[in-house]
């Protein structure tokens, strides 16, 4: 069964600051793994998702690294606003087609 | 596009009363999938339908949840009967999935679109 861990739990950082999101899982064999963003009382939005056979995504100020061997897949984000502040999750693609598990989420604060 | 559209958005019932959470996909998506995210257990995968038929129910709870999709722009999570531990946020989502179950292609799987969530308090 395929479990998936975010490190940390929360982070809270100024603003402008660059900062690393962690997540990590325990089957190698994924199909993909994708990163959302959560705000407070709402749904879930896609940031990036990365092929099994990718290694990075970017989109704007998002960065997102995946290395399966290691099971592990870093989201790196780039000066840091105050409208970044939410949860962010890690979704991995494995043990079926279309199927998702989502790791446990960060929730980030940047400080003005 | 409205987007992945869920109903209603938040319901507060009784233990034993049934329960009856609606969603609608985003139009010409193959794909609808039911979660529940509590703070103990995060997000989980209930169920989800490829093309209205159940692909895999495996996330279920028990016997008292029942997923219905009658067709492609509506499906219905059913708890019956409800219990104070089913109090969570249910979220259902739609992918557009261009290639149907039958046809794995490793690596691939569309981006999943998720409606509002309804938050379900079972006194």
């Known amino acids: 069964k395929q479990e998936v861990t975010q490190i940390p739990a929360a982070l809270s950082v100024p603003e402008g600051e660059n900062l690393v999101l962690n997540c990590s899982f325990t089957d190698s064999a994924i199909y993909n793994l994708q990163w959302f963003r959560q705000d407070p009382g709402k749904g879930l939005t896609s940031l990036l998702l990365?092929?099994?056979?990718?290694r990075e995504q970017t989109s704007g100020r998002l960065n997102a690294s995946l290395d399966k061997s290691s099971g592990r897949s870093t989201l790196y984000i780039a000066a840091s606003q105050p409208g970044d502040s939410a949860t962010y999750l890690c979704?991995?693609?494995?043990?079926?087609?279309?199927?998702?598990?989502f790791g446990t989420g960060t929730k980030l604060q940047v400080i003005p | 596009d409205a987007g992945v559209i869920q109903s209603p958005r938040h319901e507060v019932t009784e233990m034993g009363q049934e329960v009856t959470l609606r969603c609608k996909p985003i139009?010409?998506?193959?794909?609808l999938f039911w979660y529940r995210q509590t703070m103990m257990r995060g997000l989980e995968l209930l169920i989800y339908f490829n093309n209205n038929v159940p692909i895999d129910d495996s996330g279920m709870p028990e016997d008292r949840f029942s997923a219905k999709m009658p067709n492609a722009s509506f499906s219905t999570l059913k708890i019956q009967p409800s219990e104070p531990r089913d109090s969570a946020v249910y979220f259902c989502a739609s992918s557009l999935g261009s290639f149907p179950v039958t046809i794995k292609r490793e690596g691939f799987t569309d981006t999943q679109y998720f409606g509002p969530g309804t938050r379900l308090t079972v006194l």
């Open positions: 990365i092929q099994s056979s990718q």
């Open positions: 139009s010409g998506h193959d794909y």
């Open positions: 979704a991995v693609g494995s043990g079926g087609y279309q199927k998702v598990t």
